[in-house]
């Protein structure tokens, strides 16, 4: 399983993934599934992945190649045009990955080997964007009514997100909601887990922000993962209480 | 969609389900999902259920007519020896609802006719208990370790019962709880509503506790639902912000 997050904020782009893979409960494993693109001055472009790992590598893989030695149907995300373009190359890619067109004849089904991604980031002359993209190969954008996306085990973390997001929200404080909602997800769910990998890009720097991983002996993480069980209780307890009608 | 959550404490049990239903996202209505069988004295049983309400009403309506008139296989819950005995009656009927016992000779598939259910209660001489039952009709009894069970949509839920709940709290303090999950459910996932059913059963009373229907309008829960985004946002104030190493 998987948690991916990626933010629009006011500042920029901020996202957070996890590490871990596992194939069954007993097979697990660290893998990286945060990659990042950058032509300084020209444009950033920042990748998360969740689903099947052979396809997410592999769309990856295919894509980063590109970048050394451009294909002729499919173009480089670094020759790209817009981001929107960017994203229609890692949707057709996706498929193409999904559907086996890889000249191996192999047909995978897409319910097994299905794939979904952020992508995220901005070209020069045009606003730093944020899109979802399917295992069908479609997409669509984050917007002022969705400023953030999740992909893999979205659930667990949504409701502080929604209760808690800001995009006025500096990148320390969108850092520190971050680490929130996926502490929810992996107090509930095992095959969520640490190293977490994060990356900030901020508005029109046309090059990577801040990038690092949180390990699982990290001081902050622990703060944040005790205070927030405290804050919890806290907060639970100064709500009144339930009285039942005619007490 | 369904949310239903059963907690075991120390005081007694406490069921609440929400009431929506829909075939569809355009074909929602209100059924009631809590169902509850007494005999002062001897015993008090509930019965939450999650899944196709076709099926779920099967299995409460058969239930009940046996209590009316025992069948000669299966026998009424309220004659039972144990809530294990009700537990195995409950998980049969499920089971034969679902195959398609009920001789019309039509057999209904699992997957799209399923239902899972959480049992509760007491009888006299022996400990009030808590089960959670599957489609395939086995079971699994809640216990000190998992003292609680969550069916339908359960996992945005999850993460404040994990933080919050407390066998020793009482039945005031487990329905505030119960109406902080559920709001968080509600506010992310569309298909669960108000109104909510609530009951509680206090130990060794052998007499259904208090109940009671949660309106949309209800005062109280408008007050938990606001109140929570506040205390969660001042939760989430007080904790450090994160700061980029080195800075």
Known sequence: MTY???LRLDEGLVFMSDTRTNAGLDNIATARKMHTWERPGDRVVTLMTAGNLATTQAVV?????R????????PSILEAPSMFQIARIVGRTLREVIDGNLGDGEALSASAFGATMILGGQIAGSEPRLFLIYPEGNFIEAGDDNPFFQIGETKYGKPILVRAFDPAMGFEQ??????VSFDSTIKSNLPVGLPLDYVTYTRDSLRLGRQGR??????????ISNGWGEALKL??????DFAFPGD
Request: aromatic share 8%.
């Open 61 to 65: 893989g295919l894509i980063d190649e």
């Open 4 to 6: 991916c997050v990626g």
């Open 235 to 240: 907060a639970f307890g100064q709500l009144p």
């Open 214 to 223: 949180i390990e699982p002996d990290d001081a902050y993480y622990g703060e």
């Open 174 to 179: 969108a850092l520190k909601l971050l680490m």
């Open 67 to 74: 970048t050394k030695a451009p294909g002729e149907r499919i």
